[in-house]
């Protein structure tokens, strides 16, 4: 089943061989290291992410070319060989058409968890369930096709865990407690064994600024650690020995590299934009790390700390039938980095020129490229009025195109997810 996909740079591959024996890397002044440069793993997980990595694959779901027998908005789980640009189907089914359910990776709105040799994924299904159309879960472990029993635990059919925690052979998320109506238990789910605990239940309620069944955060020294009702705890793994950390705790969203942590306070700019701190696991110190980024668009890696610095940049007045505002304004025109103690921020890619009109929108760092998924206003008369229809969005429709950008050479090529 394996199909060339479109390498629309022909460059590509010979900076991909070339970019270890420092060839063009002056474009950015500190050293672009050459040791493969992973996204952590100890940060609470993001299902709903559009672009997913793991072991030398990046993982997305698009629009399988479309054979009669599909649902409606179903997608099809796809794998990109970073290597060789190569994109296949994960499914390796033979006869498989994997654009209906009879395919294990196909789905409506599905959510996807990578984490070492688990891979799972969440996909909704359109059922018909006393006549009535229904929604249900499934749970399918990618390494062997099987189906796993999570949602038969904890009876929340119908809900999607947007969020897990992975930690050794465990996979932490929030779901409904099975104790009272309105309460939120903490579940365990033990991958090996394929069984889930309830660990701990919630009954007050959590922090206005999180949304629900959003607060677990990170592990660190062993320790999970998790926000609510405005106070950071850190208990044991089976959330014995219970401990505050910090009170008065209102973050949008917090990080930890396995040292420090990060946490992002709304700032004053729009909703959603937070400013970044940085302290130790007992809070002896802040710093501010001079980060101001939207909610999500803070990437720690293993050598780096990544962000989509927030700006506001007007390309043209707006024409757009429901686009608020006089002006087009894009947000997040420059990619910075800095070290994991705050230092060295760096410029790392900056969307001018002729990529002015275009933005990142979801993206993924691997090693020394970033992969995103983008939008591009097109001008074409160039009389600084934007109109219905001149917006390109990278990922919907028969679209699905990711952008990727050498870091040491700041070289842009694209990458077609679809296969022939
Ligand atoms: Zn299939």
Not at 201 to 212: R, V
Request: charged residues 25%; proline residues 4%; negative net charge.
């Amino acid at each position: 089943m394996k199909k060339m996909c479109l390498v629309l740079s022909f460059t590509l591959i010979l900076f991909l061989l070339l970019s270890c024996n420092g060839i063009n890397n002056d474009h950015l002044k500190a050293d672009s290291r050459c040791d493969f440069d992973n996204p952590l793993e100890c940060n609470i997980y993001n299902g709903s992410n559009l672009l997913h990595y793991n072991n030398g694959f990046l993982y997305f779901y698009n629009i399988f070319p479309n054979i009669p027998g599909g649902q409606p908005e179903g997608r099809t789980l796809m794998r990109l060989d970073i290597k060789t640009n190569l994109v296949y189907p994960v499914c390796s089914k033979p006869q498989c058409t994997h654009n209906d359910l009879s395919c294990v990776y196909y789905g409506i709105y599905p959510c996807l968890y990578l984490n070492n040799d688990h891979v799972i994924f969440t996909r909704m299904v359109l059922s018909l369930e006393n006549g009535e159309m229904g929604v249900s879960n499934e749970v399918v472990n990618l390494i062997n096709g099987e189906k796993l029993i999570r949602d038969s635990i904890t009876a929340s059919s119908g809900s999607i865990i947007m969020k897990m925690l992975f930690w050794k052979d465990f996979v932490y998320y929030l779901s409904d407690s099975s104790k009272s109506e309105e309460g939120i238990s903490a579940f365990r789910w033990n991958l090996s064994k394929n069984t889930v605990e309830e660990m701990k239940s919630f009954s007050e309620p959590i922090s206005s600024e999180n949304s629900e069944y959003d607060f677990l955060a990170f592990m660190l020294d062993n320790q999970i650690y998790y926000v609510w009702d405005h106070t950071l705890y850190s208990a044991d793994p089976d959330f014995s020995n219970e401990k505050i950390i910090r009170k008065d705790f209102d973050v949008l969203e917090a990080l930890t590299d396995g040292e420090h942590i990060y946490y992002g306070v709304q700032s004053d700019k729009r909703e959603g934009i937070e400013t970044f701190y940085m302290t130790d696991p007992d809070f002896r110190s802040i710093t501010p790390l001079g980060i101001t980024a939207e909610t999500g668009r803070v990437h720690v890696t293993e050598n780096w700390i990544y962000y989509v610095k927030y700006d506001e940049i007007s390309i043209g007045k707006n024409r757009v039938p429901g686009y608020e505002g006089d002006e087009i304004i894009l947000e997040g025109s420059e990619i910075w980095r800095c070290r994991h103690d705050g230092e060295g921020h760096e410029l790392v890619f900056r969307f001018d020129g002729e990529l002015a009109n275009t933005r990142p929108l979801h993206e993924i760092i691997v090693g020394d490229d970033i992969y995103t998924l983008y939008s591009y206003w097109n001008d074409d008369d160039q009389d600084d009025v934007l109109r219905d229809g001149d917006q390109f969005v990278s990922f919907v429709g028969d679209n699905f195109i990711i952008m990727k950008i050498h870091i040491p050479t700041g070289e842009v090529s694209y990458l077609d997810g679809i296969p022939d």
